[in-house]
Each structure stands twice: as structure tokens, then as C-alpha cells.
């Protein structure tokens, strides 16, 4: 869904440990989603994408996980480094609607070490 | 993505003068989407341009807001007599094809941050 400008949710985990950010989106017509990380005075940069006839796909070190029964995305980041440190936004891309990406509010997760 | 290509990073501006913003997308790309970021918000998006059209301004504020992408040369964000809350992050991403099918991505420049004075 779209912000309305509230703080950005935090994730807090320990370098090494696994992390799990979470995305629920809007549109049930949602066809293909995108998971970006953004570090701080960067732009986005793509991670990993999945299409809606898919409910998982593995990259390196990341996986996302789609329930198109309750609208919700998941990102699974195996063990953590510092340089995960960033925050993660999900996009979702709507092909009838022009074909532009919806993003989400973001998560922003901090690695301690 | 360190491909598409916005100038400049940074851009002061008082009240009711313009801001122009610059995005050269990469090379071979001729879409270009542009997005306002607010602090601790995610990409709200704006406009979608292919050379020399306007596809979806959907996003744009109905005043004051322009975009264009000519035949040559990098597509312009142009903001009219800026007020404060204009002052936002400004992102273009480009792709070589439209965003109607999977595994289409866009690549996103370093953005140009907005101060309204």
C-alpha cells in the first residue's frame, strides 16, 4: 500500500543471523513483484523479482516468499552482513495499469555486529 | 545502475523559483520513469515518458510539475515556483523496454535531493 508517512518499520538483527522482512500489498491483480534495497543518499537497486504464478524464488543468499492468498511478500536474507544494512522496499507492477511499479513503505533493517 | 545518470545530486532552491532536474537514462534505454521520494517514505511514482511522449503523468501534481524527454538529449523534471514542500528526493530509473512483463527491471539513478528554501 502506499505510505501516508509514517516512520519507516525497523528490523534489528545480529550479523550472521537470518532476517525476514516483510511486505503486504494491495492489489489483487498484482502480476509481477520486485524486492529493492536502497542505502542511504543511494538510489534503488534490484535484488530479486518474482512473478505472481510463482509463490517462491531463491537468489543468493536472498529469498522471496508470495502468498497471493493473504496479499503478502516476503524477503529472507540469509545470514546477515553489515553491508545488508539498508532499507528494503517491495514493488509490485500492475501490467494493465501502464506497467509502472507501486512501491512500498519499506523496512529498514540495521546489522549489529 | 550506475548507468542512469541525474544531475545534479543536490539543488537549493528559494521559493517560486524553478528547479530543473536532469536524468540521462542508460545507454539503449528509452523509457524513463521519474519518482518523489519523501523522508522516511517510499517512491511515489510520478511520470513515465518514452522519447518524446508522455505515457502516464498519472503522479504528477496537476500544477506547476512538467516533464519531457526529447529526441536527444536527457529528460527534464521541471518544477515551477517551487514552494517547501517540494523539497523531496527525485529519482529517474530507466528501462530498455516498457514495464508491462516479468523480468523487466528498472535501474534507478543516484537520485537529486530538492532543499526549498
Known amino acids: 500500500g502506499e505510505s501516508v508517512g509514517l516512520h519507516l518499520p525497523t528490523l534489528s538483527v545480529q550479523e550472521g543471523d537470518n532476517s525476514i522482512i516483510n511486505c503486504a500489498y494491495s492489489?489483487?491483480?498484482?502480476?509481477?513483484f520486485i524486492w529493492y534495497k536502497q542505502e542511504s543518499g543511494k538510489g534503488p537497486q534490484f535484488i530479486i523479482d518474482?512473478?505472481?504464478?510463482?509463490d517462491k524464488r531463491q537468489g543468493q543468499r536472498v529469498t522471496v516468499l508470495l502468498n497471493k492468498t493473504v496479499k503478502h511478500l516476503s524477503l529472507q536474507i540469509a545470514a546477515t552482513q553489515p553491508g545488508d544494512s539498508a532499507v528494503y522496499f517491495c514493488?509490485?507492477?500492475?501490467?494493465?495499469?501502464?506497467?509502472?511499479?507501486?512501491f512500498g513503505q519499506g523496512t529498514e533493517l540495521s546489522v549489529k555486529p | 545502475n550506475a548507468g542512469v545518470m541525474q544531475n545534479p545530486r543536490h539543488l537549493v532552491r528559494r521559493r517560486g523559483q524553478e528547479a530543473r532536474l536532469r536524468c540521462s537514462p542508460m545507454?539503449?534505454?528509452?523509457?524513463v520513469y521519474w519518482y518523489r521520494q519523501l523522508p522516511e517514505e517510499g517512491l511515489k511514482f510520478m511520470v513515465y515518458?518514452?522519447?518524446?511522449?508522455?505515457?502516464?503523468e498519472s503522479g504528477m501534481p496537476k500544477e506547476r510539475f512538467s516533464a519531457e524527454f526529447p529526441k536527444e538529449g536527457p529528460s527534464i523534471l521541471r518544477i515551477q515556483q517551487v514552494v517547501r514542500g517540494d523539497s523531496a528526493a527525485y529519482f529517474c530509473?530507466?528501462?530498455?523496454?516498457?514495464?508491462?512483463?516479468?523480468?523487466?527491471?528498472?535501474?534507478f539513478g543516484s537520485g537529486t535531493q530538492l532543499s526549498v528554501l
Open positions: 530509473a530507466s528501462s530498455p523496454n516498457p514495464m508491462t512483463g516479468a523480468n523487466e527491471k528498472l535501474f
Open positions: 492489489n489483487s491483480a498484482s502480476d509481477y
Open positions: 518474482i512473478r505472481s504464478n510463482m
Open positions: 514493488a509490485e507492477l500492475i501490467y494493465n495499469q501502464g506497467g509502472k511499479l507501486i
Open positions: 545507454k539503449g534505454h528509452s523509457h
Open positions: 515518458l518514452q522519447k518524446e511522449n508522455i505515457i502516464d
